[in-house]
């Protein structure tokens, strides 16, 4: 049957296809489609599609954890279509076709398309439990896309479900979960608003909870852990450790990733950024054994990569930095894409591998711009990298990237910005260090120094030290002494304390601890810059700043 319908040009076979999949003309499906109007068949021929979409949706999703791409990539046209075809009604096997459709669009990597699929399954799921559910995985989906505001959106949503159905346990657990989001997850969200409203969330949340269930109690305990703490992003430290053992005791590997967030967020506020780091390790340990393709667990595993990146960086452990995020481009759910982009720029940036870091600081700009612009004020950091790069090179791109930071940040000043602040005051005292640029050297130095950013103090504030010694300030020295206790907590600073000690009592020891500390962390510039305080040498930092595109520094 099939060769003679080939025979008559009614049906091809791709040359590039592997597998023995026939399709119709465009031209022969259409009047197929007209003839099956005209004889009343189109219900059913409806009807058979779905159940056959649906029946090959689930087979493909069965083998998610193996060798699935190829074959949803040559049917997942004809899914979609299936699923367009059907109402907003409850409907079993749509609402199997939406939920499978959605979870394989989410493990390839299309987190939008599979947020609404995950919203039409709840349309037309047979029971409130079912759409429940569905809502719940879609705020998950929008959250590994870092879709704030969407994601607590759909929780909200599921919340009210659940109360209608009168479900208190899952409302408890859906409200806590929207409480957490103003500090936890602020990208998209209008702060004030939402903080007035969290409050109301988790109180609403306690009355409709069974406390003696584990996993109730162990959301409630995240919450009140992020809804105490003094300022937006600072959870209570010791309701904190309460989450984490709450977590724990609930079994749910997936809380005890989220309630260590908050134990690490608040370590780090308090300026123990070292054992910080040490929890985001274990953190991520943890994730490594989470199922990337399943939403619920890809929020988690993609803020565990964030925040492990984060505190390396910040305790200046740059090889590690370095290697989670060349890593995270196959392990973390969200890959090679521009949303993971930032955490490689900024190691690129402070190892000194500049022509890496404008490459990849121009396509994430791009990106980021093609999206659409959306609210995201955490990469802003890695903006302000680039133009820390473009700045160390004396380019005038500097200027344009400094702009940049304070666009994606939202803001009309770094100093505005919770985000960008430290690092911007890091920033600006680094590039005028290198270039010279000492006449306002003194309001540099005390922006950083009053910087209230905790996880870019170090950074900041030994770079405003730094600055200090060069430009001759009087309480050059004061600086250099108040700066010691940041840089026990970051290796870059400590390095760079060094270096300015050495600067100022013009000390070859100081200088040579300072090389070897830049060598450990794989700081080739800094490294470079500090070769030449050194007479022997200092053609051997030349060579190097040539080789990275860079003039000497002027001072």
């Not at 791709?14 to 189109?42: K, M």
């Not at 009210?160 to 957490?180: H, P, T, V, W, Y």
């Not at 930032?342 to 500049?354: C, D, H, I, M, Q």
């Not at 270096?499 to 080739?524: M, Q, V």
Request: a negative charge; aromatic letters at 6%.
């Amino acid at each position: 049957m099939i060769g003679r319908l080939v025979d008559k040009s009614l049906v091809v076979h791709p040359a590039d296809d592997s597998r023995s999949r026939w399709r119709l003309l465009e031209t022969i499906r259409a009047f197929a489609a007209d003839q099956l109007l005209a004889a009343g068949e189109q219900e059913e021929s409806r009807r058979l599609h779905l159940d056959w979409a649906a029946s090959k949706a689930a087979e493909i999703e069965a083998g998610i954890t193996g060798d699935w791409r190829a074959e949803l990539d040559e049917v997942i046209d004809d899914l979609r279509a299936a699923l367009a075809a059907t109402t907003a009604d409850p409907s079993g096997t749509a609402h199997q076709l939406a939920r499978s459709l959605a979870h394989l669009t989410f493990a390839r990597g299309f987190f939008l398309e599979a947020q609404g699929h995950y919203q039409a399954a709840a349309e037309r799921a047979e029971d409130p439990t079912a759409a429940y559910q569905d809502l719940r995985t879609a705020a998950d989906t929008a959250l590994a896309g870092t879709g704030g505001e969407a994601a607590l959106q759909l929780l909200l949503d599921a919340a009210e479900l659940a109360r209608s159905a009168g479900d208190g346990n899952a409302q408890a657990i859906a409200l806590a979960s929207a409480a957490i989001f103003p500090d936890r997850f602020p990208a998209g969200i209008t702060l004030d608003a939402a903080h007035d409203r969290s409050n109301a969330w988790l109180r609403e949340a306690t009355e409709a909870a069974d406390v003696d269930e584990p996993r109730v109690a162990a959301v409630l305990a995240a919450a009140r852990a992020w809804g105490e703490g003094n300022r937006y992003d600072a959870p209570d430290l010791e309701l904190s450790r309460v989450a984490v053992d709450a977590a724990r005791r609930a079994g749910d590997p997936v809380l005890v990733v989220g309630a260590l967030d908050a134990l690490v967020t608040a370590t780090a506020n308090m300026g123990r950024l070292r054992e910080a780091h040490r929890i985001a390790r274990e953190r991520l340990q943890l994730a490594d054994a989470l199922p990337r393709h399943e939403p619920y667990a890809a929020a988690e595993i993609v803020d565990a990569f964030h925040t492990a990146s984060r505190c390396a960086i910040t305790t200046g452990d740059l090889p590690s930095a370095l290697g989670l995020a060349r890593r995270a481009v196959a392990d973390d759910p969200i890959g090679d894409h521009y949303l993971s982009t930032p955490r490689l720029v900024r190691a690129l940036a402070l190892t000194g591998r500049f022509d890496e870091a404008v490459h990849h600081a121009n396509e994430m700009w791009n990106a980021w711009r093609r999206a659409g612009s959306p609210p995201a004020d955490w990469m802003s950091t890695a903006v302000s990298a680039a133009a820390l790069v473009h700045g160390l090179r004396g380019h005038d791109h500097h200027d344009l990237w400094r702009s940049r930071a304070l666009e994606i940040a939202g803001v009309d000043d770094a100093t505005q910005s919770p985000a960008l602040t430290g690092f911007a005051a890091f920033v600006d005292a680094r590039v005028a260090v290198h270039l010279g640029r000492l006449h306002d050297a003194a309001t540099l130095v005390e922006r950083a120094w009053t910087s209230p950013d905790p996880w870019y103090q170090g950074y900041a504030r030994t770079a405003a030290a730094e600055l200090a010694v060069v430009a001759g300030l009087p309480d050059a020295a004061e600086r250099l002494s108040n700066s010691a206790s940041v840089a026990a907590e970051n290796d870059w600073a400590a390095a760079c304390l060094a270096r300015a000690a050495g600067r100022r009592n013009a000390d070859p020891d100081n200088i040579t601890d300072a090389i070897d500390r830049w060598e450990r962390i794989d700081a080739r510039f800094e490294r470079a810059c500090t070769l030449l305080l050194l007479p022997d040498r200092a053609h051997e930092g030349h060579t190097e700043l040539r080789a990275l595109a860079c003039p000497p520094p002027a001072c």
